[in-house]
């Protein structure tokens, strides 16, 4: 596309060759590091995808060191928003959208498996995968045209048959992957339905063995959308899917930590500051803080909620059973992170 300016172009670029080396490692039989590989890879291919979108509209997608001050630099480079920032920008109050539900899937869970080797994984995050990379060249397509497209440079890959293991028996010889197996079946559990059984958070498709076709000139592999099938032709894979279906188990209160020990965390982390109450000296980062933050950043309703499962999972979940919030590794990173100054205790209580 002509006319896009330099820093648009010069992040398309880097967007597509993100997601084409992704695709490059996760298709290679002998590496074992492929999800990790893959996910990290196309997380910088997402987030820049986002940056040119915000720079064709004029946008910096740059942190500020406060609301209308200067940006913040790091090394002399301005400090980018990464990837739950970009989409926070984008989707605004859209929380429900399956394309963003399946990228905050893999924020924390790339933070989980980036220093490991997890290829028990694979197999059970390949719906997520798959649909991650369709959603980019979707995406690509519809914001800057069929030419950054990266569709034509792929073809399907030659596979041999995985494992039916199911992720509990995949991972229970590997206490490693145990928390990020946590994570991904609580993650899942705590979707709205219809965002689950959407095609844009998780591609599934059965690939089943046909006799050859009569015309020479067919393709060995069809891909056809459920969408667009005649209701006989529904009829008939539903037929399958019942064959094979299978439940994914909630799991609750793992891999999250309650409000308290945020406030632990961060107050331990930014050195146990601390502030005259009266005559009392109490922790900087207490509890009234810590609510402040969530009301603030809105990753979750209000107590007297009716929809109180309507959080942001990337940093929060909601306790059915105990009718409480259980907070994420990624919540207590975020609040360190801003809260190095002290702007964001200034704006929090402003009032």
């Not at 792929?154 to 995949?170: D, G, V």
């Not at 309650?258 to 965390?265: L, P, Q, S, T």
């Not at 900087?284 to 810590?290: A, D, I, M, P, R």
Request: charged fraction near 25%; hydrophobic fraction near 35%.
């Amino acid at each position: 596309m002509r006319g896009l300016p330099k820093t648009v172009r010069d992040a398309l670029t880097k967007a597509r060759d993100s997601a084409l080396l992704a695709v490059e490692v996760y298709n290679k039989p002998a590496v074992t590091f492929k999800s990790a590989a893959y996910v990290t890879l196309m997380v910088i291919a997402w987030t820049a995808l986002l940056h040119a979108v915000f720079f064709r509209k004029k946008i910096k997608p740059y942190y500020r060191k406060k609301p209308g001050g200067r940006y913040e630099r790091r090394d002399g480079d301005y400090r980018h928003w990464e990837l739950g920032e970009c989409l926070n920008q984008h989707y605004g109050s859209d929380t429900g959208n399956p394309v963003r539900k399946n990228l905050e899937f893999f924020i924390p869970l790339r933070n989980k498996i980036e220093h490991r080797s997890l290829p028990e994984l694979d197999s059970t995050i390949f719906g997520e995968c798959q649909a991650m990379l369709l959603n980019f060249d979707e995406f690509i397509e519809r914001e800057f045209g069929p030419k950054w497209c990266i569709r034509q440079f792929l073809s399907f890959a030659l596979q041999m048959y995985p494992t039916s293991e199911n992720l509990a028996q995949a991972v229970k010889r590997n206490r490693a992957a145990q928390m990020a197996a946590q994570f991904v079946e609580q993650y899942r559990s705590s979707l709205d339905p219809g965002v689950f059984a959407s095609g844009k958070y998780a591609f599934k498709a059965f690939l089943i063995q046909v006799a050859n076709h009569p015309s020479q000139d067919a393709l060995a592999i069809q891909f056809k959308n459920y969408d667009k099938l005649s209701e006989q032709e529904k009829a008939e894979v539903d037929k399958v899917t019942a064959i094979v279906k299978y439940k994914n188990v909630p799991v609750a209160n793992l891999d999250t930590i309650r409000a308290g020990e945020v406030c632990k965390r961060v107050q331990k982390a930014l050195g146990d500051p601390k502030l005259m109450r009266g005559q009392k000296q109490v922790d900087k980062y207490g509890l009234n803080w810590h609510s402040r933050c969530w009301k603030h950043f809105k990753i979750r309703p209000p107590g007297n909620s009716d929809n109180p499962e309507k959080t942001d999972t990337q940093f929060c979940i909601y306790d059915k059973r105990h009718n409480d919030y259980g907070y994420t590794e990624a919540w207590v990173n975020l609040l360190i992170e801003k809260s190095r100054d002290n702007s964001l205790y200034e704006i929090l209580y402003a009032k």
